[in-house]
């Protein structure tokens, strides 16, 4: 909790942003129901089995709920990427965050969990067109369960248009079968022009604010 209040101070605090949006998927029935991921990449026609499940398979509870997202690799010469979130519309110097929970059974070996994003200048077209990597972390987790993820990413100078955002992945290594879950995913953005978000749950609209309040509101 305390990195996410973090993150909205850090994107709140940005000089001249139009818009401080925050998004949140949680898998849950209410939100995502029929929805596990916006795209996969890697080998074949399913690189990815992306599933919403419950119990027993682990379920992030910090904010209630009673699904998540279980994640398994389904490639096997290409580590696979499962696309969970699209912010576009943005310029150079925009800041992107994230804060995201993530179940690895095995912190000190494989499986391996990173998660990572990409530039591209397609979006919500043709996310799979890279322009520039964007970075992200290797194998966050510290201990076996749930570790809360925090990522930022500050938009570099590439060509301004409309299509030009960050993809929000998570890698699933190394080998087929491989797995694990993900849940209470938060998006935000500090977009001067304003910008659009893009999540498995919910969608937001230019200059829509949507706030941690707001969230909130939501699941009391
Ligand atoms: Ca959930
Ligand atoms: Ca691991």
Known sequence: MKSLLMLIAILTLAATAAANPLIFCDW???GCEGFTVLATAGQGPMPIFAARVGAPDPVHT???GV???RLINNS???VPEAYISYVYGLQPGDRVGMEMAIYDETPDGPPTVSIWGHWCLNLPGDPHTIAMDAGGVDNPGTEAGWSMVT???TV???P???GLG???KVRVGDMPGDRVWIDDLFVGASCHGGCTWVSPCWYSVENETTTWSDVKSLYR
Do not use: Q
Request: charged share 20%; aromatic share 16%; hydrophobic share 45%.
């Open 76 to 78: 096997p010469d290409i």
């Open 156 to 158: 570099p100078d590439l």
């Open 160 to 162: 301004v248009g409309p």
């Open 151 to 153: 990522c930022y990413w």
């Open 62 to 64: 910090m904010f209630g």
């Open 67 to 69: 699904k998540s997202l």
């Open 28 to 30: 849950e029935d209410w």
């Open 166 to 168: 960050l993809v929000i």
